[in-house]
Each structure stands twice: as C-alpha cells, then as structure tokens.
T-cell receptor
C-alpha cells in the first residue's frame, strides 16, 4: 500500500516569497490534515479536511496561509507571503479508522 | 479541548537499560491515545495505539504503553533500549473518528553505548 506522498521534500525561499506544498493521501482516506512542526516542538494542526470540506482551520494563519482539496483527494498548502517564522516542517497526514498516517514532510527554510 | 504534556524534554539512557517516557493528557471523554517516533529528517511512525479494551498495549520494536485513566497517563516503556531507538518520541491524543490529533511537545531520547 502506498503511503502519504508529499512534495517537495525541501524548499528554501526568501521572506515575502510564496511557496506551495503538495500532498497525496492514502487512497480511500477521506480525512486529510496539514500540520506544522517547528524545530524542537510537536506537530501543530493547521487544517483538517473531510473529503473536500474544511473541518477545522482554527489555527491556520489565514492572512498568509491557504489550503485546498478541490476533488477530495490530493491537497495543496500555500504560504504567501512567507515570513521567517514559517520555517518548519510541514507534515501531511491522512486517516482512516481512527489512525493517522504521515508523509515524510516538507522542510521549509525561509531566509 | 484535548491537550498533551510530556514532562521530559530530553532523556539519556544507556544501551540495554530500561526506558519509560511519560505522557499525560487532558480530554473529557475516552481518548484515543498514540505514541509516534520520529527519526531525524523523517516523518512520524506509529509505535502503538490505544482505543479501548486492555489497558496495556503492545507496539512495534518492543515498545509497550499502559493507559491509566485515573492518572490521565499513557506512559511508554521498553525493557531494553537499543542504540537505534535514539529519536524523538511524541504522545498524541485523538477523539472520535474524524477529529484531529493533538500532539505533545516530544521527548528526545539519547542512547549511550
């Protein structure tokens, strides 16, 4: 069974630039999450989708972050414009049966 | 709202010694509880989970955890640590299907040869 796929694995951008991350969940998983993991901390939920609808985006900085899951399968997370404090690993996960499965993450460095 | 605390930021043990990592949670109903491990540059790998039933759960790589409702704890244990166990360990709490997972701050495990 293929796992959660994320790309790119690494990204370095300058502050005020924009960046996008892509996630393809495990086939058949209706729930998809984006987490932000700052170095030395636990993952923090940014947004949760159920199919193509948003369940929870209460911790998403909506002035600069956006996410979509148009067809209820893969998802894109965008940051525009990026700030230095956005440097983190962005983890995508999908869940089924109460279990979450994580991708390898995208490590973003904002300089 | 759910929350998770992991009191130990960093633990160092000798190879072959026993290990216990602490986790306390806050949740109003019966939680789903998880331990994940993260090696440097890697994603999160599920070690074990508790949904219901037997409060002592076995996981991969020789790990086990015990759910104690009275103490709101879900501590992770291993009887003999291997050098390859050095990593970051995260406790997480979930709820019913479809709800999000809340993670603790993590405990970094170092293993001395």
């Amino acid at each position: 069974e293929a796992g959660v796929a994320q790309s790119p694995r690494y990204k370095i951008i300058e502050k005020r630039q924009s960046v996008a991350f892509w996630c393809n969940p495990i086939s058949g998983h209706a729930t998809l999450y984006w987490y932000q993991q700052i170095l030395g901390q636990g993952p923090k939920l940014l947004i949760q989708f159920q199919n193509n609808g948003v369940v929870d985006d209460s911790q998403l900085p909506k002035d600069r972050f956006s996410a979509e899951r148009l067809k209820g399968v893969d998802s894109t997370l965008k940051i525009q414009p990026a700030k230095l404090e956005d440097s983190a690993v962005y983890l995508c996960a999908s869940s089924w049966g109460g279990l979450a499965f994580f991708g390898q993450g995208t490590r973003l460095t904002v300089v | 709202a759910q929350s998770v605390t992991q009191p130990d930021i960093h633990i160092t043990v000798s190879e072959g010694a026993s290990l216990e990592l602490r986790c306390n949670y806050s949740y109003g109903a019966t939680p789903y509880l998880f331990w994940y491990v993260q090696s440097p540059g890697q994603g999160l790998q599920l070690l074990l989970k508790y949904f219901s039933g037997d409060t002592l759960v076995q996981g991969i790589k020789g790990f086990e955890a015990e759910f104690k409702r009275s103490q709101s704890s879900f501590n992770l244990r291993k009887p003999s640590v291997h050098w390859s166990d050095a990593a970051e360990y995260f406790c997480a709490v979930g709820a019913n299907y479809g709800q999000n997972f809340v993670f603790g701050p993590g405990t970094r495990l170092s293993v001395l040869p």
